[in-house]
């Protein structure tokens, strides 16, 4: 873990959180509007390279659904997990804002700094949490 990668999923939270929860949802939903072919259609030739069963092809596409998920979830639970180390008042502001999907220039206006100064107050926040999980307690 570096402080880049830090700062790259704390920019990324947001959508993660949400691609995980619209993954779920169409996870829940696996299967549904598949219909049976019936008469003419049903006796006629597939498609090279592709499965003539719909079902199968949904769960291959949902399995791959799963890896997505486990993956931003492991991002997620590993930011959440080192948050608690950010404890002056500036940087939690601003990282409650990053993680909120907020830009550097709405942080920055939103709190009356210039982007100039808000940009490295992130770097310290990734820098603090790359440390605080290099020191074993974390992560």
């Known amino acids: 873990m570096n402080e880049k990668q830090a700062k790259k999923w704390i920019r990324d939270y947001h959508w993660m959180m949400n691609t995980v929860k619209m993954l779920f949802d169409d996870v829940k939903n696996a299967g549904e509007g598949l219909v049976a072919q019936y ?4 006796g006629m030739p ?3 390279g592709l499965t003539g069963d719909v079902v199968l092809s949904e769960v291959i596409r949902h399995g791959k659904h799963w890896d997505r998920i486990a993956d931003y979830e492991k991002k ?7 948050i608690y180390v950010i404890t002056e008042e500036r940087e939690v502001e601003i990282l409650h ?3 909120e999907g907020e830009s ?7 709190m009356g700094l210039s982007q100039t100064h ?3 107050i992130c770097s310290s926040i990734a820098s603090q949490i790359v440390r605080n999980v290099r020191n074993g307690r974390c992560g």
């Open 39 to 42: 008469g003419d259609e049903a």
């Open 46 to 48: 597939k498609a090279k």
């Open 76 to 82: 997620i639970q590993f930011i959440q997990q080192n």
């Open 97 to 99: 804002w990053l993680l």
């Open 104 to 110: 550097y220039a709405w942080i920055s206006r939103h």
């Open 118 to 120: 808000t940009k490295p």
